[in-house]
């Protein structure tokens, strides 16, 4: 079946510029997470939506940061004036929630500003 | 949320067995050991997961220590797709918040 997609798959912006970055998560899955990847290391936590509710948004970097899920399903991160320490991949993951522990991966969005 | 620790890189032989070692002494009661790996330019994906026995799927093994305070990953025959950066990861018994991962450990196999 279609796995987490997320699109686009790269982007290039010019500081200051505003992004935004899709993520389709699995059909049917509650639990939706964001997390940015900087280059060499681990993919740390931004955000989390259960439905349509963001529960925990405590690893947003900075107010530029902005998440929703308005439906429940599709989610959009987007980042407002990017700054050169924003480029990173960012990694979107879906979930079946409640005891389901695994998480499903999209490819990610690798997020180069110039 | 307890840390693991991890060597930052191995290597190993194609088709010979792969022991990826974690130590976790701070691990509680109700922490599950979870392992995800990520292979070049894609998401993580799941491996395998455990609480106090030894598990077993299609992907690996998972020997867990009788104290719980390490763990270790095996790959029974590696192959060249099997090259990738393993993270291994506890999680709250319940939990259905996010995944804290580490540096992980860099898998090379060579051919």
């Known amino acids: 079946g279609a796995g987490v997609s997320q699109s686009p798959r790269y982007k290039v912006a010019k500081r200051g510029q505003d992004v935004a970055l899709r993520c389709d998560p699995i059909?049917?899955?509650?639990?939706l997470f964001w997390y940015q990847q900087a280059l060499g290391q681990g993919p740390e936590f931004l955000t989390y939506f259960q439905n349509e509710a963001q529960l925990d948004k405590s690893g947003l970097p900075s107010d530029r940061f902005f998440a929703e899920r308005p439906e429940g399903s599709v989610s959009t991160l987007k980042i407002q004036r990017t700054q050169q320490e924003d480029s990173a991949v960012y990694l979107c993951?879906?979930?079946?929630?409640?005891?389901?522990?695994?998480?499903?991966f999209g490819p990610g969005t690798r997020l180069t500003v110039t | 949320d307890a840390k693991t620790t991890q060597p930052n890189s191995m290597e190993s032989n194609e088709e010979e067995p792969v022991h990826l070692p974690c130590n976790h002494s701070?691990?509680?009661?109700?922490?599950?050991i979870h392992w995800y790996r990520q292979l070049p330019s894609q998401g993580p994906e799941y491996v395998i997961h455990g609480l106090t026995s030894n598990v077993n799927n299609r992907m690996a093994s998972l020997a867990i220590a009788e104290d719980r305070k390490s763990s270790t990953l095996i790959l029974h025959r590696a192959t060249l797709r099997d090259a990738a950066v393993y993270y291994c990861?506890?999680?709250?018994?319940?939990?259905?918040?996010?995944?804290?991962f580490g540096s992980g450990t860099q898998l090379t196999v060579l051919p």
């Open positions: 059909s049917g899955h509650v639990s």
């Open positions: 993951a879906s979930s079946l929630g409640g005891t389901s522990y695994e998480q499903y």
């Open positions: 990861i506890l999680r709250r018994w319940g939990s259905a918040r996010q995944l804290t």
């Open positions: 701070t691990i509680s009661g109700t922490d599950y």
